[in-house]
């Protein structure tokens, strides 16, 4: 089965009282049982909810797993990766990676003595030499949030299988449209659901999927026993929007690569980081393992203040000043005060990650409307800023 069809289709089923082809929303708490332990599958909400049942067999399809598991954010689906996790354990990571994620693994499961070793990924002999007999897991982002660098899963998988350790890849920008993690080798796929596979900008949610039935009753016991399950609402916004994935995704791409062109192209701008040109380090690898290149694109301007890149994102009237991304509609972001303020200065700028860089989320409008946009924007902070006369 192709992708749009499985997006349109698979984990759904109409409904077999009503015959309604769209999955019901089941706003209940709990199910009536025939006596003590005798029911239809469903006991509390908590536990199984039809609606969200059917969602976690839909982002399974997608992403060519056998399991899959939804919880209430990105970060609850996080926490409960690393609740797998006991004290003494190690997990290697991309330097460069979301600010909530490496707030959760410092300020939260740090201080319970798991250790987390920050290096680039760029090269694989980096990451071996991290490998000790303390080390479980390795943390994948890619591409990363917000330098866009592209990590090579299969060449990471090889070290994490010949070490027998577990890979987690946060395949959030690049989605199961774009890439699949677990065809690549990875053990454990995570998505901050609330971004390109809601798509709309109105539900929060997280999701696991895996191959192994071990791994899937850890996390599926995680997911009882801690709580942080979504809605049946939520998950009802997110079987919606997956069905046109395939669809959006192809307009953010083209739109995100017509937006890096331009900003390459402009005598203002200083760097662009999108995997999809050819002078991105990563181009290459991103060429083999995805199928296209996303709708996430950063860049500096040549003059590189921080007063510059402010008035540019306050000047921008189709992009949107606001956290997230992955929704149809195109946002900006200043990542040093917004999306990564909870990583300390000194390790944002060990990464890469400037204090003048300009994230953008390209959504699916019209690209000269964005363009005109981009134009504006820099052309009037610059002016305002004295750049150019």
Not at 28 to 53: C, F, I, L, M, W
Not at 150 to 173: E, G, P
Not at 237 to 243: A, F, M, S, Y
Request: some cysteine.
């Amino acid at each position: 089965m192709k992708f749009g069809t499985k997006a349109v289709h698979a984990g759904v089923e109409p409904d077999p009282t009503t015959g309604a082809i769209m999955t019901p929303i089941y706003q209940t708490s709990t199910y009536v049982q025939e006596s003590p332990g005798k029911h239809k599958g469903y006991e509390y909400a908590r536990t199984q909810n039809p609606t969200r049942d059917a969602l976690q067999d839909s982002l399974a399809a997608l992403e060519n797993g056998k399991y899959g598991l939804c919880y209430a954010t990105g970060l609850a689906a996080t926490d409960t990766i690393m609740k797998t996790l006991r004290p003494g354990d190690e997990v290697i990571c991309t330097n460069d990676m979301y600010g909530g994620t490496y707030r959760l693994f410092k300020k939260v499961f740090e201080p319970f003595g798991i250790k987390f070793i920050f290096v680039p990924m760029d090269e694989v002999a980096t990451i071996e030499s991290q490998v000790n007999d303390k080390t479980k897991m390795i943390w994948v982002e890619t591409p990363t949030n917000p330098l866009m660098n592209v990590i090579d899963v299969k060449a990471v998988a090889s070290i994490a299988k010949k070490h027998n350790i577990l890979l987690t890849v946060d395949n959030t920008f690049a989605t199961p449209y774009l890439q699949n993690p677990l065809d690549l080798g990875a053990d454990i796929v995570m998505h901050s659901v609330t971004k390109y596979l809601g798509g709309h900008s109105d539900t929060v949610m997280g999701a696991i999927i895996t191959n192994h039935k071990e791994l899937y009753e850890k996390f599926k016991f995680l997911q009882n026993a801690a709580g942080g399950t979504p809605g049946p609402q939520d998950c009802f916004l997110v079987l919606r929007g997956i069905k046109t994935l395939h669809l959006r995704m192809r307009q953010h791409c083209e739109n995100g690569k017509a937006v890096a062109e331009y900003l390459e192209a402009h005598p203002l701008v200083g760097k662009v980081y999108y995997p999809g040109l050819e002078s991105h380090r990563g181009y290459k690898i991103a060429s083999e393992q995805m199928r296209d290149f996303g709708g996430m694109v950063s860049f500096t301007l040549k003059d590189d203040r921080v007063a510059t890149a402010m008035k540019t994102l306050e000047n921008f009237e189709v992009f949107a000043l606001a956290e997230s991304l992955g929704g149809v509609e195109s946002l900006c972001g200043h990542p040093a005060t917004m999306t990564h303020a909870s990583i300390p200065r000194e390790e944002r700028l060990k990464a890469g990650l400037g204090d003048s860089l300009i994230r953008l989320s390209v959504g699916i409008e019209d690209q000269e409307d964005l363009i005109t946009d981009l134009r504006q924007a820099i052309e009037s902070a610059s002016v305002k800023e004295g750049a150019i006369g």
